[in-house]
């Protein structure tokens, strides 16, 4: 589910996958692999991924519909 969320984020914003990867640290074929789901995108990755886009991990995973972030601490 995650692959879906990510990628459909990213379209939404007019972003390309080089642009994610970058603000990943990774290579833009890593990323790729993410949305394809032949990786697992790590858990700080999916922290970086939910901050960016306003939403929480548990949106990103598939967890909830709801894409509003929990209150921070």
Partial sequence: MYQLR???LR???DL???QVAEL???HQTTYSDYELGRLNVP???L?????YYGVS?????GRTDV??????K
């Fill in 6 to 8: 990510i990628r459909d």
């Fill in 11 to 13: 379209e939404d914003r």
């Fill in 16 to 18: 390309n996958q080089t």
């Fill in 24 to 26: 990943l640290n990774v």
């Fill in 43 to 45: 858990v700080s990755a």
């Fill in 47 to 51: 922290h970086t991924l939910a901050d």
């Fill in 57 to 61: 991990v548990d949106y990103l995973l």
């Fill in 67 to 72: 894409k509003k972030p929990y209150p921070k």
